[in-house]
């Protein structure tokens, strides 16, 4: 502005807008009336202004806005939906911030459940595999034994048949 | 001189007297799930809202996905709301998010002002500078040249303008939407006013 005793262009806008206090608003008024160059300078503002409120007029939201927004709050899906099992475990739900703390509860412990289950059956095939091995090392080994073993001791080292021999060793053991 | 003046397009809702308490209870049963009562909170706000959107957002199609979307989110996030008092201003808050999420998805910014004036300068070229301007604001001349100037503002100052000459909101309510100070808000306005007004007079010649 740089015109002494003159309101600012700041304060002009201001006062447009309705934001002085009465004081204030009071003082612009007075000063209007009686300053060309400031009242030349509001007029600009309110002209401009008013320009820019024919220019951008109002428009009524459109009709079909309503009803593809209630669309989506009442199927309460959103874009990115969660579909199949993760929907029924309630996942989508909890994404969207509306879990029932129930349901996603029994949908935990029936896929935790569902995990456990599957460890527990790989182990009982794993374990029977192994026992198979075992069974089928045993049998060779027995029929290994049989054709070869001259002290006719099975694989715990138990005797295969009785033996009433003594020990040729043992006097001589008790001597020393 | 007359009273101050506050320019309005269109009358707030939650200036209007009777209302607040209507609200209230509109927004209680709107959180325990009552979508029909969200359904009358949506028919007052909708036109506000989305007049605020497409003033500032890129085409009409995406002032309308933005509005839906704040409505969507304003719903679904209802329980977070504690003051009912300030439902507008929120929801205004949530619309301003989509707006510059959406801005970030299309890069579409014209921030730079020297790049907006080149597409200004265009659009001024077309139109006829004949006749007078009632005239050329009849025909839409006029017109074109202040949306023109309006679209080439930086974002900041043409979202305060918005809110302040087309949405009559005060600078308080402003202040509180765009979480900026009082006089921020006030400076904003003004600076917005002083560059639409040099633009009017830097192109009035053409």
Known sequence: MGRRNCIEEIALSAYLDGELNEDAAKGVEAHLVTCRDCSASYESMKSDRNLLLEALPDSPAPAHMKVQLFSRIDAGTEARQVSGIWAWAGIGQLLHGRSKPWAFACASFAFFALILSGFHIEHRIEDGRVLAQIDRFKADWVARDKAANPFDIDINGAPLRPTTAKNPFKAYLNER | ?206
């Open chain 2, 1 to 206: 001189m007359g009273m101050t003046e506050k320019s309005v397009n269109s009358v707030s809702p939650a200036q209007t007297g009777a209302e607040p308490l209507d609200l209230d209870l509109q927004l209680r049963k709107a959180k325990s799930g009552d979508s029909q009562a969200f359904g009358a909170i949506y028919d007052r706000y909708a036109a506000r809202i989305f007049n605020f959107v497409s003033h500032l957002a890129g085409s009409r199609q995406d002032a309308e996905d933005i509005t839906q979307e704040a409505f969507f989110l304003a719903y679904r996030s209802l329980k977070n709301l504690r003051d009912h008092a300030h439902f507008e201003q929120w929801l205004y808050k949530i619309a301003r998010n989509e707006i510059y999420k959406n801005q970030r998805k299309t890069k579409s910014r014209p921030d730079s002002l020297d790049d907006a004036d080149k597409g200004i300068l265009q659009i001024l070229k077309s139109a006829d500078p004949a006749g007078n301007p009632e005239n050329r604001l009849l025909s839409g001349e006029l017109g074109k040249k202040i949306r023109a100037i309006f679209k080439s503002l930086p974002m900041q100052y043409k979202e305060t303008l918005v809110l302040a000459t087309l949405q009559g909101l005060s600078y308080q309510e402003i202040s509180g939407i765009l979480g900026r100070s009082l006089s921020s808000v006030k400076t904003d306005v003004y600076r917005a006013r002083l560059i639409i007004s040099e633009k009017m007079r830097k192109y009035s010649s053409l």
